[in-house]
């Protein structure tokens, strides 16, 4: 059942011209060239990354005057110059062959996925695992011994480390640990507003010194404070200011969400709803219980569509262009190329 809601959520502006429109629209409207396109479903399991992933190459394979797939820096620049759009994939899971007969083997799918071309991985996802654990994880038990292979079998292909769902030990260690920039991609500062997928000064310091950043996302509970843009300033503004405006990007962890959305979903069987999957399971009051109207304000104040209000907002708050240019995506290029130019193995 899952299967068929994300193949219908993830690629129906292939077949139906309405909802294509509304898709490209939006995208267009945004101002937005590239997402870091959540490509692998919350696991660390082969068989399960591999359908996301297929699904958006399958997209940007049929939208070629629209989309491309982007594997380096350089694709990105290429596409905003051709007035494209592209993504930059990312799994919320490192691949693994969950064998374990020995280290090799269980570390040779990080390659194969960024031969697919999955250029950021998540070490966990909220929940303990091998690696680290989650930032759901009560313990904040640090980085694993695999956990450290993981993370320099990564710097030696030439992915993204990020710790976005990570405990704060785990976030911490990896940054250590890692000799090439690492990212939280979709966090937020823990001293504006304390939540579990917040991220503390020492951490943010620790990515900062290791050349990497901190995505502050659009999620209001986790911003707190007014819930809404200016919460998602007021986060930016403390990262750049106690850490630098090379360490601080906009990591939304929203996306556009279809008209026809709900209409589609109320086709799909009740049994959908029946149990979620494991590295969903929060604890006790770290979910939103605003009511669906309080909600409702504060998702349209920071609607993925609004990254030009964003831009004005940063404006406002006395950013230099140079440092608005860092922040709405510069910093996303730089790390990339950091990353991808510390590969040990790297193609003539």
Not at 19 to 27: I, K, L, S
Not at 44 to 58: N, S, W
Not at 261 to 290: C, H, N
Request: aromatic share 8%; glycine share 8%; charged share 20%.
């Amino acid at each position: 059942m899952s299967d068929m809601i994300e193949n219908m959520t993830m690629t129906r502006q292939l077949c139906d011209p309405a909802e294509r429109a509304e898709f490209t629209g939006a995208w267009a409207e945004s101002g937005v060239t590239c997402i870091v396109q959540n490509a692998g479903q919350e696991s660390q399991a082969v068989k399960t990354l591999i359908k996301r992933l297929a699904r958006f190459i399958y997209v940007a394979d049929n939208m070629p005057d629209f989309l491309v797939k982007a594997v380096t820096p350089a694709d990105i620049v290429s596409a905003k110059h051709q007035g494209k759009h592209c993504l930059y994939l990312s799994l919320n899971g490192v691949p693994l062959a969950e064998e374990w007969r020995s280290l090799e083997e269980e570390l040779h799918y990080i390659e194969t996925f960024f031969q697919f071309g999955c250029r950021i991985m998540h070490l966990t996802y909220n929940r303990r695992n091998m690696i680290g654990d989650g930032c759901m994880e009560r313990a904040n038990a640090g980085l694993s011994d695999f956990g450290r292979a993981v993370v320099q079998e990564m710097n030696r292909v030439g992915v993204i480390v990020d710790v976005a769902h990570s405990g704060w030990q785990t976030s911490l260690e990896a940054a250590q640990a890692s000799r090439a920039p690492i990212v939280a991609s979709h966090s937020s500062a823990a001293a504006v507003n304390e939540h579990r997928r917040a991220k503390p000064d020492d951490v943010i310091g620790a990515i900062a010194a290791n050349g990497g950043y901190v995505g502050v996302c659009c999620i209001p509970h986790f911003l707190g404070r007014s819930r809404d843009i200016n919460a998602l300033l007021d986060h930016i503004e403390y990262i750049a200011r106690h850490f630098g405006p090379d360490h601080v990007a906009i990591g939304t962890d929203t996306a556009w969400s279809s008209a026809n959305y709900e209409a589609e979903m109320a086709k799909v069987p009740e049994r959908r709803l029946s149990r979620p999957i494991w590295e969903q399971f929060w604890p006790q009051g770290t979910q939103d219980d605003t009511p669906a109207q309080g909600r409702r304000r504060e998702e349209l104040s920071l609607a993925w569509t609004n990254w030009p209000l964003f831009t004005v907002g940063l404006v406002q708050r006395g950013f230099s262009d140079d440092e608005i240019e860092k922040i709405i995506g510069g910093n996303v290029l730089r790390v990339a190329q950091s990353v991808l130019q510390a590969r040990e193995c790297r193609p003539a």
